[in-house]
């Protein structure tokens, strides 16, 4: 029986070759981004999947976080007699944390998940072998058409549940809280500076990239059957989460400097 020091070592080994291999994996992706041949057709495909796709439960999801996001905001403002900062409130965190990070996990919940499923049941089947055979290479077929899609439309799904969010907020406050509607708009419109719409535009940028990787390298490092295709579909939504909200930390501390810098 192995003791308990051995497998902590053997533990240890095994996530450090599979961060090796996942860091592997995006520079493969990232060195042939722009090699040919350029499959433009299944690009387009998966962005209508990921992008249409995710469309309907970011509208849902992004209507009833703003709408609860001004409940909760204005009854604090009221107490202190201030509710009229509940749009600049609700825009700034809508535009720079809560739209970007809570769209991010909605597409990771059901695109990592897809991709590791997809491309899980293509290994598992043998397709991916025969696809080396006939000498495509799985990264430029398989990987970066999902990689593109992802990374593109992300950002067009954060800008529309930003949107969206603030038509429930504005829903809110106008009929449920009886805030002045013309100035929950005014307000959220002149507290979003130019840096604020950095850091919403910049961060789905890098998630839609550690989404889709994140689901590819799931995917093809899928093993034991149908059985692992289930596991690694759960893993993928695992990793891709916590590695959202990990590298949020990372990308709004680097962002707020950046601004802090440029004076934005």
Do not use: H
């Not at 609700?90 to 059901?110: D, H, K, N, Y």
């Not at 058409?145 to 930003?162: E, K, N, Q, S």
Request: net charge neutral; with cysteine.
């Amino acid at each position: 029986m192995a003791s308990p020091v051995s497998l902590l070592n053997d533990l240890i080994k095994d996530k450090i070759f599979a961060v090796q291999e996942f860091a592997l994996l995006g520079w493969q992706a990232l060195r042939k981004l722009l090699a040919r041949p350029r499959y433009v057709a299944d690009t387009l495909e998966q962005m209508d999947l990921i992008g249409v796709g995710s469309l309907p439960i970011v509208v849902l999801a992004s209507l009833f976080i703003g709408a609860v996001l001004v409940l909760q905001i204005a009854d604090q403002f009221v107490r202190f007699g201030s509710p009229g900062l509940t749009g600049d409130v609700v825009a700034i965190g809508l535009v720079t944390e809560i739209g970007p990070v809570i769209i991010a996990l909605l597409v990771a919940g059901r695109v990592s998940s897809g991709i590791a499923s997809e491309l899980g049941s293509m290994l598992v089947s043998e397709q991916i072998d025969a696809m080396r055979a006939l000498g495509t290479d799985p990264v430029k077929k398989l990987v970066i058409p999902r990689l593109v899609a992802t990374i593109l439309t992300l950002p067009l799904l954060t800008i529309v549940g930003d949107f969206v969010g603030l038509v429930g907020g504005y829903l809110v406050a106008g009929f449920v809280v009886r805030l002045n509607p013309t100035q929950f708009w005014t307000r959220a419109y002149n507290a979003i500076e130019f840096g604020d719409g950095v850091q919403g535009l910049v961060k789905p940028f890098v998630f839609g990239f550690l989404v889709a990787l994140v689901g590819c390298y799931y995917g093809l490092t899928t093993r034991g059957g149908t059985q692992g295709v289930g596991r690694a579909t759960t893993q993928a939504v695992v990793a891709a989460s916590v590695l959202i909200l990990l590298v949020d930390f990372f990308v709004t501390k680097t962002l707020l400097w950046v601004n802090e810098m440029m004076g934005w």
